[in-house]
């Protein structure tokens, strides 16, 4: 009687674990086979080339100052001429940044004529949706499953195209902040040059003695200013066209400025600036054109 009973189990094992076995194989059987791959997101063409063309370098900031004292003739000191700033004004442009400018003369410590040009409005990447183009399904024989991932395509398509729009209109409002950037850089350029800096060229060379110091330790001020304005910690230069000859100062000139400085005579002169470190040139146009190298080079 045990015997008999036993069978009745045996049998009823080798059934379920067959049966199992089946289901098993059906479900695995209904897995899909159509599938769409991933695609990584990228910005669009459009979108991609603006973000790679923007101005990428820091801003520059100049102070620039001219003796306006009676050595300046017989030291053979080579007065800047508009035509000189024009070569510098780009610099501005491209990278934004600020250009002060001002005289050597009796009392030195005067306020600078300055023009400042904003940073190119920028573009940031995080603000795009980088819609993904979907892939369209093939048919692998399973019309049921086709169907079904066809109109799943369709509807990604739409969206997709609603994506790729919106990610338009938001390159196009950039590019229109662009131009209105470069139009009121144009503006404050054009009125710097002909109501600001005509005046400090136009000064005649006849001031009775020489503050090199004052109009040193006012660029250091001009220097020194908060850098927190700007998006980038911008380049500094500061150009001397002088002889360095102060018969007012007192006290050794110093110039603690992260500034590269430049010093602009006829007569090899160094005066005040003996003890500054600098670089030295014969004329304005080869001081203006190092200057725009080494803005240029740091673009590279």
């Not at 004052?214 to 020194?224: S, T």
């Not at 018969?247 to 992260?258: I, L, M, T, W």
């Amino acid at each position: 009687m045990n015997v008999l009973r036993k069978k009745p189990h045996v049998i009823i094992v080798v059934i379920l674990t067959s049966f199992l076995g089946n289901c098993a194989i059906k479900v695995e059987s209904k897995t899909p086979t159509n599938t769409i791959s991933p695609i990584i997101s990228e910005p669009l063409s459009e979108v991609k080339t603006a973000l790679q063309n923007q101005p990428q370098s820091p801003p520059v900031r100049l102070v620039i100052i001219t003796d306006k004292t009676g050595s300046a003739d017989w030291s053979r000191i080579q007065q800047p001429q508009r035509q000189d700033f024009q070569s510098l004004l780009p610099l501005l442009k491209i990278n934004g940044g600020e250009l002060a400018v001002g005289n050597f003369c009796d009392d030195s410590n005067r306020p600078l004529e300055r023009v400042r040009l904003e940073q190119q409005p920028l573009l940031e990447k995080a603000v795009f949706n980088h819609p993904v183009l979907p892939v369209e399904p093939k048919n692998q024989g399973n019309a049921f499953t086709y169907r079904k991932e066809k109109d799943r395509y369709k509807q990604e398509l739409v969206e997709y195209e609603t994506l790729r729009q919106n990610d338009l209109q938001i390159l196009a409002a950039h590019n229109n902040s662009v131009q209105e950037w470069q139009s009121q850089s144009e503006g404050k350029i054009k009125e710097f040059l002909t109501t600001q800096l005509q005046p400090i060229l136009a000064h005649p060379v006849n001031c009775g003695s020489s503050d090199i110091q004052g109009g040193i330790n006012r660029a250091k001020l001009f220097l020194g200013e908060s850098e927190l304005t700007w998006r980038q910690t911008p380049r500094e230069f500061a150009v001397f066209i002088t002889d360095g000859l102060d018969n007012v100062g007192v006290q050794p000139a110093e110039f603690k400025s992260n500034a590269e400085v430049l010093l602009v005579n006829g007569a090899g002169s160094k005066g005040i600036f003996e003890n500054i470190e600098h670089k030295a040139f014969e004329s304005v146009p080869a001081a203006f054109q190092y200057l725009v190298t080494q803005v240029n080079k740091g673009e590279n």
